[in-house]
Nanobody, 124 residues
Framework: QVPLVESGGGLVQPGGSLRLSCSSF????????IGWFRQAPGKEREGVSC????????MYADSVKGRFTISRDNAKNTVYLQMDSLKPEATAVYYC?????????????????WGQGTQVTVSS
């Protein structure tokens, strides 16, 4: 019954790269705002990035700006988060979230649907 599924997490060395994917079996993502959030143990959930349903609005947290890139492939019904120059502080469970509206938000309460999360570990 989970509407969203994340994949692509894993273990990577500092400075390395990972690409996370968010896919859906329940609806077409092109009509939904998609946000990426992360949560490290003992810390609050943090908004990382967002892409609007019209591909006209993008959002990045200051901590990842210039190193992370969010994009859509509507033919594959998938949203990606390309993560480059990874730092140890990026270690967290990453979640994909969706909501039926147009514009981006970094508030987790603004997103109705959530994936199960995928673990990203940045360590040497």
């Amino acid at each position: 019954q989970v509407p969203l599924v994340e994949s692509g997490g894993g273990l990577v060395q500092p400075g390395g790269s990972l690409r996370l994917s968010c896919s859906s079996f329940g609806f077409r993502l092109e009509y939904y705002v998609i946000g990426w959030f992360r949560q490290a143990p003992g810390k609050e959930r943090e908004g990382v990035s967002c892409i609007s349903s019209r591909d006209s609005s993008l959002m990045y947290a200051d901590s990842v700006k210039g190193r992370f890139t969010i994009s859509r492939d509507n033919a594959k019904n998938t949203v990606y988060l390309q993560m480059d120059s990874l730092k140890p502080e990026a270690t967290a469970v990453y979640y994909c979230a969706a909501d039926f509206r147009s514009y981006c938000s970094d508030a987790d309460g603004d997103f109705e649907f959530w994936g199960q999360g995928t673990q990203v570990t940045v360590s040497s």
